[in-house]
């Protein structure tokens, strides 16, 4: 079984780009989720979806972050226009139904210059 | 304010010798409680959890013990081996946030031979 899947592993722009994050989860898990690490800190979140559909976004930093699961499979992050803060790396991970424990994908660490 | 906190960044342990991880956590609202481990470029993955109706949990060489009064829980890793080299985070949930998880910021465990 694929475990979770992330692209691109290191993205280096600067400030004022976009940049789109990529996460295809575990095949058959409905629950997707985002987290982001800055350096040094604790691993946030930022949120959750059910399938397709946002069941809860309340970790979002601002609205430069969008992030969409079309479909109910894979999942983007897009960051417009990205700052410095933004800089971390940018954990998914998916989990069952019902199930407590996520699986992570390797992250996809995000250098804002 | 930090609802997880590991208050120790850093544990060095003789291999053969048992490391203890601590946690605390501010929110009384959380029912369970998982560890996980990282590897440098990797993502986290799970190590073992606890329901807060138990007060020990074991898996091999792992054994989780929660605290509720004193709201606070420990990872006992023994006989530690130089592969448990890794940054532990002690994370936190409720029924009610399914996979919302609040991680701390981790405390990285060198196991010397």
């Known amino acids: 079984e694929a475990g979770v899947t992330q692209f691109p592993s290191h993205s280096v722009i600067e400030k004022g780009q976009t940049v789109t994050l990529r996460c295809d989860p575990i095949?058959?898990?409905?629950?997707l989720y985002w987290y982001r690490r800055v350096m040094g800190k604790e691993i946030k979140f930022l949120l959750h979806f059910v399938k397709e559909s946002k069941q809860d976004e309340s970790g979002m930093p601002n609205n430069r972050f969008l992030a969409e699961r079309t479909g109910g499979t894979y999942s983007t992050l897009k960051v417009q226009p990205a700052e410095l803060e933004d800089s971390g790396v940018y954990f998914c991970?998916?989990?069952?139904?019902?199930?407590?424990?996520?699986?992570f994908g390797a992250g996809s660490r995000l250098t804002v210059l | 304010d930090q609802q997880v906190k590991q208050n120790s960044p850093s544990l060095s342990v003789q291999e053969g010798r048992i490391s203890i991880l601590n946690c605390d956590y501010t929110?009384?609202?959380?029912?369970?409680f998982l560890w996980y481990k990282k590897y440098p470029a990797e993502g986290p993955t799970f190590l073992i959890s606890?329901?807060?109706?138990?007060d020990k949990n074991e898996d091999g060489r792992f054994t989780v013990f929660l605290n509720k009064s004193a709201k606070h829980l420990s990872l006992h890793i023994v006989p530690s081996q130089p592969g448990d080299s890794a940054v532990y985070f002690c994370?936190?949930?409720?029924?009610?946030?399914?996979?919302?998880?609040?991680f701390g910021k981790g405390t990285k465990l060198s196991v010397k031979p």
């Open positions: 994370a936190a949930s409720n029924g009610g946030s399914q996979g919302n998880l609040i």
């Open positions: 991970a998916s989990s069952n139904t019902g199930a407590n424990v996520l699986t």
């Open positions: 929110n009384s609202m959380f029912d369970y």
């Open positions: 606890i329901s807060s109706i138990k």
């Open positions: 095949s058959g898990h409905d629950n």
